[in-house]
């Protein structure tokens, strides 16, 4: 019997990604980061992404599958959205193309589902149920995940997300893009108690979240500061301690009215250091579980794609140019 290979895509944003996943795991990735031709203009351009996008796809998928590979892929799954329009028509269009020259089922994957699962790449995988912070540059969500497609959203953002707020204080900072990691790493060099930044909506009850009070803020403390070197790292050390504490705040609120015992954060400001370690001792003395994939695939990765195709293999309908795997948020 023949067993189930799944080509994933990504090209929701800047990276374009390729990867394989089968039924002894993961079977290649490659990916193509479009940071230096957006790095110019401090952002995402979109129109220079899709173009992008179409120049690489096709030698990444060569790259991780030879022509005898691909006769072996019995699915595609591609990132079907939320992302940038012309980026995802790249991505779409090709699994559709490849699917039909092929004759294999073609999948629309959620990004997010793909970020939600993405901690089943690692050998210390959460069994389910699980609870789950999802952190990125569009999306802050606490998600109560029963099993492949049972979602259910505990909390959100009503306004910025947090790899936004990252990318949007790193702007005001004068760092360039993208500004998480920057961000980050300046704040090393800070005192996170220098300036005392709003924590936002943790003195209420529930799991929403709001950030862009907190941008203000640091507008603000950066107009009034002397801009020194040393001045700006506090201020970056500060903005990213009421963050985590912010998160660290909701995700304990969460885990006492769960009762999984298993958190798992992911995407893309899953991938910073301070944070997973303020989980991890939150954990430690309430008694849960950290779980998060390594870093290179909290940030967007196909791996997470091909790995949601390959849990959703009972969903590709053979014959249907493209199915849809449902998942609500
Ligand atoms: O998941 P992702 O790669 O793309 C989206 O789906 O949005 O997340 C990108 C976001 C950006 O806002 C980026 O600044 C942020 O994740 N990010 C970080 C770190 N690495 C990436 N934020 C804080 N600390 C990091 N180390
Ligand atoms: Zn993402």
Not at 27 to 43: E, I, K, N, R, T
Not at 129 to 140: E, F, R
Not at 267 to 295: E, K
Request: hydrophobic content about 45%.
């Amino acid at each position: 019997q023949r067993g189930t290979l799944i080509l994933g895509i990504e090209s929701s944003c800047d990276e374009t990604a390729v990867a394989l996943y089968g039924d002894d795991g993961l079977a290649g990735h490659a990916l193509h980061s479009q940071v230096a031709l957006h790095a110019d203009y401090g952002g995402v351009v979109p129109e220079l992404a899709s173009r992008d996008h179409i120049r690489k796809i096709t030698p990444l998928i060569e790259t991780v599958c030879d022509s005898a590979r691909r006769a072996e892929i019995t699915g595609i799954a591609y990132t079907r959205g939320p992302g940038l329009v012309g980026a995802l028509l790249v991505g779409s269009a090709v699994a559709s193309g490849l699917g039909m020259s092929l004759g294999v089922p073609v999948l629309g994957v959620h990004h997010m589902e793909g970020h939600l699962l993405s901690p089943l790449l690692e050998d210390a995988a959460p069994a389910f149920p699980y609870t789950a912070l999802l952190v990125s540059g569009g999306h802050t969500l606490l998600v109560a995940v029963e099993g492949v497609g049972a979602y259910r959203v505990l909390g959100k953002s009503i306004d910025d997300a947090v790899g936004e707020a990252f990318d949007k204080a790193a702007k005001m900072l004068g760092l360039g893009y993208p500004g998480g990691p920057a961000l980050a790493a300046l704040a090393e060099q800070g005192d996170p108690g220098a300036y005392d930044f709003p924590r936002p909506m943790t003195k209420r009850p529930g799991l929403d979240f709001s950030f862009s009070g907190l941008k203000t803020a640091v507008m603000l403390a950066i107009k009034a500061c002397d801009g020194t070197p040393q001045v700006h790292a506090d201020i970056a050390a500060s903005f990213q301690q009421a963050v985590i504490d912010t998160l660290v705040i909701k995700c304990r609120r969460a885990m006492r009215d769960s009762a999984t015992g298993r958190l798992v954060v992911a995407g893309g400001v899953g991938a910073n250091q301070a944070l997973r370690d303020r989980l991890g001792a939150a954990g430690t003395t309430d008694g849960f579980a950290l779980y998060y994939p390594r870093q290179a695939f909290c940030t967007d990765n196909a791996a997470m794609i091909a790995l949601a195709g390959w849990l959703r293999r009972g969903d590709f309908m053979p014959g249907i140019a493209a199915a849809q795997a449902t998942a609500r948020w």
